[in-house]
C-alpha cells in the first residue's frame, strides 16, 4: 500500500470490477457491456491491477499484464504491460497517475521484468515516466481499380473464403508463427481472441461484420465500407508468415472490384507499395505510435534482444524518475550483447525514455540525435550506435490493448 495526499493505493479485487467498468467507460468515453469487460479482466485481471482510493471511493485504476513480447532478433521477453489507465474526472492533476506509475514500476522491479509496455491515448505525458513510443503504425489507402502488380510480383494462389466462425479457428495458430518472429508482436490470449472475433458493432465504424481471407501462412480480417457514393475495404488484420502470403493475400484484397479503395495499417517498412507498378498508389494517410516502452532494467533490456553490428561504446542512461539509469559498458559481437555497470567516461548520453523509442528500431538513433534527443562523443560513435540498433525489419503491435 502506497499513501499519496490522501489517497491511498491497494490491489484490486474482483469485487472492484463494476466499478473499474465503470470509471473506464466514463473516462474513455465508451459503454462496455459485462461481456466485454469480463474478456478484458480475464487478462487484465483487477487482482493484478493497481486501485486509488479516496476514502471508500475508488478515484483511480492501472491494469497490468505480464505479456510476451518478441524484441529484435527473434527473442521473446516476459515484459510488463499497463493499460485501461484512468482517473476519475474529479480527482485529475492530484499525482494519482503519478503514484500508479511509481506502484506499477514498483512491482515490475520486484518482479524482475527488464521493460514495461503501453499503448498510449495521448503522446505528451508519459516521457516524464521514462517511455518513448517504441512502434510506428503506417495507415495507408490506394485506389484499387489503379492497382497493377508488377511482372515479378508472384502470384502463389492458396487464400480460401473462409467464414468468418472458421476462421477463428485457424487464424490464432497462423498469428503465433508470425509473432515469434515479428518484433514488437506479442503472445496474444484466448480472450484477445474473443474480443476480435465478437466483432462488436460499436467497433465496426459503419462497415459490415468481419469477412476472412485465410492462406496456409497468413490470414486476412476485413469488413466493407459504403460510404455515401464511395465504397472501401478496410483491412482489420493481415498477419503473413512468408512473402508468398504476404502477395497471395493483397492480391485476393485487390481483386474485390465492387469496391474502391483498400484501406489498411502497414509497418513502414512493408514491401507493399512496391508490389505495384505504381508504388505512389499506395498513399500514407497517417503515421501514428502504436506501443510506447521502458526499460526497467537496462542491462536486462539491452542483452534480450539482437544487434545489426558490433559495437564496443560506453552509455551514460539518464533516468530522473527511477534512478534505474547510469553508466553501462555494451558490446556487442555477432549480434550478442553484453552490458554492464562502468566507471569508464561515456561516448554516448541519453534518456531512458530515448532508449526505449530506440530499442525496438522503429526510430533511427542518428534521427534521434539530430533532434537533439542523444550526444554522442564524435560521428563514428553515432555511426556505429546507429547501425547496431536497427531491426532486421520494423516492429509490428501484435494486437492492441
Ligand atoms: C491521463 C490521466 C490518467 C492523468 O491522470 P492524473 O492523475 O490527472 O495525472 P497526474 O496528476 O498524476 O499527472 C502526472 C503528470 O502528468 C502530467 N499530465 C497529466 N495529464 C496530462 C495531459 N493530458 N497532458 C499533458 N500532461 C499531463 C501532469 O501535469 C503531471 O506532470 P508533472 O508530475 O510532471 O508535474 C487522466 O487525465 C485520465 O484518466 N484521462 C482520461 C483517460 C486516459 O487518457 N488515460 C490514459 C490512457 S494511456
Excluded at 462496455?32 to 485481471?45: I, K, M, W, Y
Excluded at 491494469?63 to 527473442?75: K, S
Excluded at 514495461?116 to 517504441?134: K, L
Aim: glycine content about 10%; hydrophobic content about 40%; charged content about 20%.
Amino acid at each position: 500500500m502506497t499513501e499519496t495526499s490522501g489517497i491511498t493505493l491497494r490491489s484490486g479485487s474482483a469485487a472492484d470490477a463494476e466499478v473499474i467498468r465503470l470509471l473506464g467507460d466514463i473516462g474513455f468515453g465508451i459503454a462496455t457491456d459485462r461481456a466485454e469487460a469480463e474478456r478484458t479482466h480475464s487478462v487484465f485481471a483487477p487482482e493484478n491491477g493497481i486501485v486509488a482510493h479516496e476514502g471508500d471511493r475508488i478515484v483511480g485504476y492501472a491494469a497490468t499484464y505480464t505479456q510476451t513480447l518478441t524484441v529484435p532478433g527473434g527473442h521473446p521477453v516476459e515484459v510488463s504491460s499497463i493499460a485501461n489507465v484512468v482517473v476519475a474526472p474529479t480527482h485529475r492533476r492530484r499525482g494519482i497517475l503519478r503514484a500508479m506509475y511509481t506502484e506499477q514500476h514498483r512491482r515490475t522491479e520486484e518482479l524482475g521484468l527488464p521493460l514495461t509496455i503501453f499503448t498510449a491515448s495521448q503522446g505528451g505525458i508519459y516521457g516524464r515516466f521514462g517511455y518513448g513510443p517504441s512502434i510506428t503504425e503506417q495507415h495507408i489507402g490506394f485506389d484499387r481499380r489503379f492497382a497493377q502488380f508488377h511482372s515479378g510480383t508472384p502470384d502463389p494462389g492458396g487464400v480460401e473464403l473462409t467464414a468468418t466462425t472458421a476462421a477463428r479457428g485457424v487464424v490464432p495458430a497462423i498469428y503465433d508463427r508470425w509473432r515469434r518472429v515479428q518484433p514488437g508482436a506479442q503472445l496474444r490470449p484466448e480472450p484477445a481472441w474473443d474480443a476480435v472475433f465478437a466483432d462488436l458493432p460499436r467497433y465496426r465504424g459503419g462497415g459490415t461484420e468481419l469477412f476472412a481471407f485465410t492462406h496456409p501462412d497468413g490470414y486476412a480480417l476485413y469488413r466493407y465500407h459504403r460510404r455515401g457514393s464511395g465504397s472501401a475495404i478496410e483491412v482489420v488484420e493481415l498477419r503473413a508468415v512468408t512473402p508468398d502470403a504476404h502477395a497471395a493475400l493483397w492480391r485476393a484484397l485487390s481483386a474485390l472490384e465492387l469496391f474502391d479503395r483498400v484501406e489498411a495499417v502497414i509497418a513502414p517498412d512493408d514491401p507493399l507499395p512496391h508490389l505495384f507498378t505504381d508504388p505512389r498508389l499506395v498513399r500514407t494517410t497517417g503515421l501514428r505510435d502504436a506501443l510506447w516502452t521502458r526499460l526497467m532494467d537496462v542491462p536486462a533490456a539491452l542483452t534480450a534482444r539482437s544487434y545489426q553490428a558490433d559495437l564496443d561504446i560506453v552509455v551514460a542512461v539518464d533516468d530522473p524518475f527511477r534512478g534505474a539509469g547510469g553508466t553501462f559498458a555494451l558490446r556487442v559481437r555477432d549480434g550478442h550483447a553484453e552490458c554492464a555497470p562502468t566507471t569508464r567516461a561515456a561516448d554516448v548520453e541519453l534518456g531512458i525514455d530515448v532508449l526505449g523509442s530506440v530499442y525496438l528500431g522503429a526510430h533511427r538513433i542518428r534521427r534521434m540525435a539530430a533532434a537533439h534527443h542523444i550526444r554522442a562523443k564524435g560521428p563514428a560513435v553515432l555511426r556505429a550506435l546507429d547501425l547496431a540498433f536497427q531491426s532486421d525489419r520494423d516492429p509490428v503491435l501484435g494486437w492492441a490493448f
